[in-house]
């Protein structure tokens, strides 16, 4: 099985994470309703197990939390993924909501990039700051080690724009994380 458990714990967040790339059961409590909901379609749709738990300074505001998450997770997801061997590396992936669709492109490479498009036309969605969408993806991508490109394609509902920015993720990363061979898949002989 390809697992990672990472636990964070600063001034500001105290996260623990649980990630399997091959399945399991999807638990997640960050205390923010919107974003809970985020990171149980990424792991459904990625077809990860995923058990989270994170406690931050929800008072200050989500920031903190939602940029931690995204370290723990990039930090599981490199270490779960382990030396690349015969996973088929790329991932893409569109996914229309409604009257939004958003398409993202990745490599687990092992250089960690992030071009983000993605407009929000509202600031807030519930609890949650749209501007925060951003953050998470620049920690996972950075994290990971992989090299990520989201782009919205058009879209009027920031909820909508993003609930599709992290299906897509999830489906780009089921299909990158795939295993088909023993080797790994790079011209270098190395990721």
Known sequence: MRQAVVQRTTKETDIGLTLCLDGGEVSVSTGIGF???????????????????????????????????????????????????????????????????????????NRPFLVFDAPMPQSMIGGYDSCLTVEFMRAFAVNSGITLHQKCEYGDNAHHITEALFKSLGLALKEAVQVEGDGVISTKGAL
């Open 35 to 109: 974003f809970d909901h985020m990171l149980t379609a990424l792991a459904f749709y990625a077809g990860f197990g995923m058990e989270l738990s994170a406690l931050g300074d929800l008072h200050v505001d989500g920031h903190h939390t939602v940029e931690d998450v995204g370290i723990v997770l990039g930090q599981a997801f490199r270490e779960a993924l382990g030396d690349k061997k015969g996973i088929r590396r790329y991932g893409a992936a569109f996914v229309p909501m409604d009257e939004a669709l958003c398409r993202t492109v990745l490599d687990c490479s």
